[in-house]
Each structure stands twice: as C-alpha cells, then as structure tokens.
C-alpha cells in the first residue's frame, strides 16, 4: 500500500485541487486527476521526504500573517514597479544571502516563502558555504533584503523547527 500511495493526503489534495481547476465532476475528469495524483504522490515517495519535526507550532500562524502581508506589500510594489514602467531606484540583480538554516525542511519552507513573493526567485542554495543566490527584481538597499530573509523568514523557521 505504501509503495502505490505513498503520501495519500498528498494524492488526495492534488485530486481536490485538479476538480477545483476543471470545475467539473465528470467521470473522465475524476479519472485523469486521480491518475496524475497517485503519480504525483508516488513519484515523491522517491523523495524520501521526513516530516518536519515542530518545536513551536503556535509560531507556525505568525509566520504565515507575516508572509502573507509581506506577499500583499510585494504584489502592490511589482504592480507598482510594472505601472511606472521601472523608473524606479531600484535595480534587478543578484544577492547572496548567508543562512543559518541547514534544516531540509526549514530550507524547503524558506524556498516556498521566497518563490510566493514577486519580484523574488530562489536561484540557488550553496549547501558548503551555506548561502542562498536570490534574483531580486527591484534591489534598492542589499542589506534590507538580507535582514529581510534572515530576521523576519529564516529566524521564524529557525524557531518553529528548533
């Protein structure tokens, strides 16, 4: 059973989802989204995925009000960005962020914080050196963006998995 379904929460959310996207019941798309979500879930079976282990779950709430109101800052100023065709400050580049964070799962969280809010794109993370490459698309002050990532996501991680 575990080999089929290895994550069936997983297969069965991807199924819930692909009937919410077709917004049909018909048999055939029953059918197609049950096929694609029991491949889904099998092939993360190969992942060999751990559950995170949380040490303080009620942070889990904050952190997410704190990406939600960050992804709602950073739609309107991409927005922004886009309407004034870019005459802003700031300029698009790259920025190499040290992390405390070695956790796979803490890294995996930060990477989904990170590609949810425009303008930003986790480009690489260095395991040796343990940095993290972000693309920004409107850069004024480095250092804001460093003390970004690292007080306000990587800390909070940092705390939940501790």
């Known amino acids: 059973m575990n080999r089929v379904f290895p994550h069936p929460v997983l297969s069965l959310g991807l199924l819930v989802i692909w009937l919410i996207l077709q917004q049909s019941l018909s048999p055939g798309n029953i059918v197609l989204g049950a096929i694609i979500a029991i491949g889904a879930g ?47 400050p700031g ?42 490459l972000l693309h920004i698309l409107d850069v004024i002050d480095e250092q804001e963006w460093i003390d970004t990532i690292k007080g306000r996501y990587e800390r909070l991680i940092l705390e939940i998995l501790a």
């Open 42 to 88: 099998a092939a993360t079976g190969a992942l060999a995925l751990t559950r995170p282990k949380l040490k303080k779950p009620w942070l889990v709430p904050v952190l997410f009000v704190v990406v939600t109101i960050d992804i709602i800052r950073s739609n309107v100023a991409v927005a922004w960005l886009i309407l004034t065709q870019g005459s802003g």
């Open 91 to 132: 300029t698009a580049r790259f920025l190499e962020i040290p992390l405390e964070l070695r956790d796979p799962n803490g890294l995996v969280f930060l990477s989904m914080i990170i590609t949810s809010t425009p303008g930003t794109v986790w480009v690489e993370h260095d395991q040796q050196a343990n940095t993290l």
